[in-house]
C-alpha cells in the first residue's frame, strides 16, 4: 500500500470547470512534487515544494495552480484545461534536506481526463 | 546531449534469463543515481539507489561507469513478475529530478 494518498484516483472534467486534485503524506517528508504522466512516456516534473514553499515551477501554464497548505498536504488547483492536459497526475514526496534527491514514493496518481 | 537516454526495447526475454538495461547521463556532477520500476497503470516505485561503484539486492545489481557516464541494471534468472518499466532517474540539484524515457522488459514463460 502506498503512504502517499492522492484523490480523486478518476476524474472527468469539462474545459470549463475547476476542480482540484489532492495528496497526502503522513511520513513527514519535506519536499512534495506534482509529475504528470503521458501513456508511454516518463513522468515530467510539474511542480517542487521544499518545506512548504514552491522551489520549482518547471514552465507549467498557469491554468495548473499547486498548493502546499501545510507539511503533509499538497493540491494541484485545475482551471479552464485543454483536452491535451489529459494525463495521469502523479504526486511523491521525499524526506527533503539532507536525505537523498531521488527516492521519492508516488501515490497512486489521479488520472484526468479533460472533454 | 539529452540529459538521460535509455533504450526503450522492448526487451523481450524467458524466464530464467539474465538481461541489462544501460542508462546514459549527460550531467557529470550527479553523484546519485536511480532505477524505478512502473508496471502498466501504476506509479513508479523505487527498486534500487545507485551512490557509488554499485549495488546489488538479490536478483538486481546495480552498476555505475561515471567515466563513461553511464548506469546499468542487471536482472538475473528473470521472472515472469519482472515484466515492467524500468525507468532511470538522474537529480540535477535542488530537488530536480530527470527520468529517462523507460526500458521495457517483457519475460515470457
Known amino acids: 500500500d502506498t503512504e502517499v494518498t492522492q484523490t480523486p484516483k478518476h476524474l472527468v472534467m469539462g474545459m470549463t470547470n475547476k476542480k482540484s486534485l489532492k495528496c497526502e503524506q503522513h511520513m513527514g517528508h519535506r519536499a512534495m512534487y506534482w509529475y504528470k504522466q503521458k501513456a508511454k512516456k516518463p513522468p515530467e516534473l510539474m511542480f517542487v515544494y521544499s518545506y512548504e514553499k514552491l522551489s520549482i515551477n518547471e514552465s507549467v501554464p498557469s491554468r495548473f495552480s499547486p498548493e502546499c497548505p501545510n507539511s503533509s498536504l499538497l493540491n494541484l488547483h485545475l482551471h479552464a484545461l485543454q483536452p491535451e492536459d489529459s494525463a495521469l497526475y502523479l504526486c511523491?514526496?521525499?524526506?527533503?534536506?539532507?536525505?537523498?534527491?531521488?527516492?521519492?514514493?508516488f501515490g497512486e496518481g489521479s488520472r484526468l481526463t479533460v472533454l | 546531449r539529452k540529459e538521460v537516454e535509455q533504450d526503450p526495447g522492448p526487451f523481450n526475454v524467458p524466464e530464467g534469463a539474465t538481461v541489462a538495461f544501460n542508462c546514459t547521463y549527460s550531467?557529470?556532477?550527479?553523484?546519485?543515481f536511480f532505477w524505478y520500476r512502473q508496471d502498466c497503470r501504476k506509479e513508479p516505485k523505487l527498486l534500487m539507489s545507485?551512490?557509488?561503484s554499485g549495488n546489488e539486492d538479490g536478483r538486481f545489481t546495480a552498476q555505475l561507469n561515471r567515466a563513461s557516464q553511464y548506469i546499468s541494471l542487471l536482472i538475473r534468472d528473470s521472472k515472469l513478475s519482472d515484466s515492467a518499466t524500468y525507468l532511470c532517474?538522474?537529480?540535477?540539484?535542488?530537488?530536480?529530478?530527470?527520468f529517462g524515457a523507460g526500458t521495457i522488459l517483457r519475460v515470457k514463460s
Open positions: 545507485v551512490y557509488s
Open positions: 532517474v538522474v537529480p540535477l540539484g535542488g530537488n530536480k529530478l530527470v
Open positions: 550531467n557529470s556532477a550527479s553523484q546519485s
Open positions: 511523491a514526496s521525499s524526506q527533503g534536506q539532507g536525505a537523498p534527491a531521488g527516492e521519492l514514493f
